[in-house]
């Protein structure tokens, strides 16, 4: 019988990781070409305060891709990303504004509200044996709901919460360089994947990521407990949510119960075009990013270019299809 050691060694994992380089330096490049393209059709895609618009708008949806990115990875699919920041956009708000909490009880609150939801959605996958589709889109409707009934169906703001805005529209590094001055959303994004890329590579908990998605019964059977495992991978996506609703409200200085639908499509669509495989087992943190950048320039240069919102949409559509084929490929050429 195959050792724990053998099973998830990291010489494993690397060459996973490997597999993806190619698609990585595809989504890179095409991020290059859109810039251009942009660039050049209009003047006013590469000023200052639109390249900040992309990168804040960056911010929210790569947060979430990165969680996404996790439950994709080991096979899974989590569809309820997007209520899932909602809902603890709504608990920070509670916290903050309805019990007058300290800003850091606010905060790690709503994050441990996120790790919770994700253990939930996990041991339903694990334990319950739902397909992930299923309980997690349970999860999408639960969450939509209890965020209405928290918030009496209205918005929750943050006037009173001192510093909260901040968190996401202040600016540390243009503090430092006031020609640069780059939101704390996106370092927020950057301290996020660098982490989530860390423990993917280097951590027993990324080890057996990418091993349940590879073969989850050969994990099994060599001794690994991967229910646990799955509904731990699970719980750290459902707490990196809880950041992205931290990240959504602090940049609306509001927390909005009827927003989230609609954000788990371009975190998954961000992680497709990063090169992560529906299939489980492969993909990076740093496609995703790539992935999650190429679709805020993509919405971005389109509204910039008057194009009409529902072909924005469409355009969109075509680009996940494209990508999701594009991995099909390489996954008949890999056999």
């Given amino acids: 019988m195959t050792t724990e050691s053998q099973t998830t060694s990291p010489s494993l994992i690397s060459k996973l990781i490997k597999m993806t380089a190619h698609q990585r330096v595809l989504a890179f490049a095409s991020l290059v070409i859109l810039l251009v393209f942009f660039?050049?059709?209009?003047?006013?895609?590469?000023?200052?305060?639109?390249?900040?618009?992309?990168?804040?708008?960056?911010?929210?949806?790569?947060?979430l891709a990165v969680a996404a990115t996790l439950v994709i990875i080991t096979g899974g699919i989590d569809l309820s990303v997007g209520?899932?920041?909602?809902?603890?956009?709504?608990?920070?708000?509670?916290?903050?504004?309805?019990?007058?909490?300290?800003?850091?009880?606010?905060?790690?609150?709503?994050?441990?509200?996120?790790?919770?939801?994700?253990?939930?959605?996990?041991?339903f996958v694990a334990k319950m044996k739902i397909p992930p589709f299923i309980a997690t889109l349970g999860m999408m409707l639960i969450l939509k709901g209890l965020s209405l009934v928290l918030s009496g169906a209205r918005p929750?703001?943050?006037?009173?919460?001192?510093?909260?805005?901040?968190?996401?529209?202040?600016?540390?590094?243009?503090?430092?360089?006031?020609?640069?001055?780059?939101?704390?959303?996106?370092?927020i994004l950057?301290?996020?994947?660098?982490?989530?890329?860390?423990?993917?590579?280097?951590?027993?908990?990324?080890?057996?990521?990418?091993?349940i998605g590879s073969n989850e019964e050969a994990v099994r059977l060599s001794g690994v407990n991967t229910d646990r495992w799955k509904?731990?991978?699970?719980?750290?996506?459902?707490?990196?949510?809880?950041i992205a609703g931290i990240l959504i409200s602090s940049r609306l200085?509001?927390?909005?119960?009827?927003?989230?639908?609609?954000?788990?499509?371009?975190?998954?669509?961000a992680v497709?075009?990063?090169?992560?495989?529906?299939?489980?087992?492969?993909g990076s943190i740093i496609g995703t990013?790539?992935?999650?950048?190429?679709?805020?320039?993509?919405?971005?240069?389109?509204?910039?270019?008057?194009?009409?919102?529902?072909?924005?949409?469409?355009?969109?559509g075509i680009i996940i299809i494209l990508a999701v084929y594009a991995d099909m490929m390489r996954r008949q050429k890999s056999k």
């Fill in 231 to 242: 509904i731990a991978i699970y719980a750290v996506a459902g707490g990196i949510c809880g």
């Fill in 156 to 187: 929750i703001y943050f006037n009173n919460t001192e510093g909260y805005d901040a968190i996401s529209r202040g600016s540390l590094i243009g503090e430092v360089l006031p020609f640069l001055p780059i939101p704390n959303g996106v370092l």
């Fill in 272 to 282: 497709v075009i990063g090169g992560t495989s529906l299939s489980g087992g492969r």
């Fill in 253 to 269: 200085n509001s927390a909005q119960p009827a927003l989230g639908l609609g954000y788990e499509l371009e975190a998954i669509a």
């Fill in 83 to 123: 209520t899932l920041m909602t809902f603890t956009a709504v608990v920070a708000g509670i916290l903050l504004t309805n019990l007058n909490l300290p800003l850091p009880v606010g905060v790690l609150g709503a994050i441990l509200a996120g790790a919770f939801c994700g253990f939930c959605s996990g041991s």
């Fill in 39 to 63: 660039s050049v059709t209009s003047p006013n895609f590469m000023q200052m305060s639109n390249m900040l618009a992309i990168l804040q708008a960056t911010s929210v949806n790569g947060v």
């Fill in 190 to 211: 950057f301290v996020v994947a660098g982490v989530a890329s860390y423990v993917l590579s280097k951590t027993v908990l990324g080890r057996y990521c990418f091993g």
């Fill in 289 to 316: 990013l790539i992935g999650a950048l190429i679709v805020a320039v993509l919405t971005n240069g389109l509204r910039v270019l008057s194009v009409a919102q529902e072909w924005q949409t469409v355009i969109t």
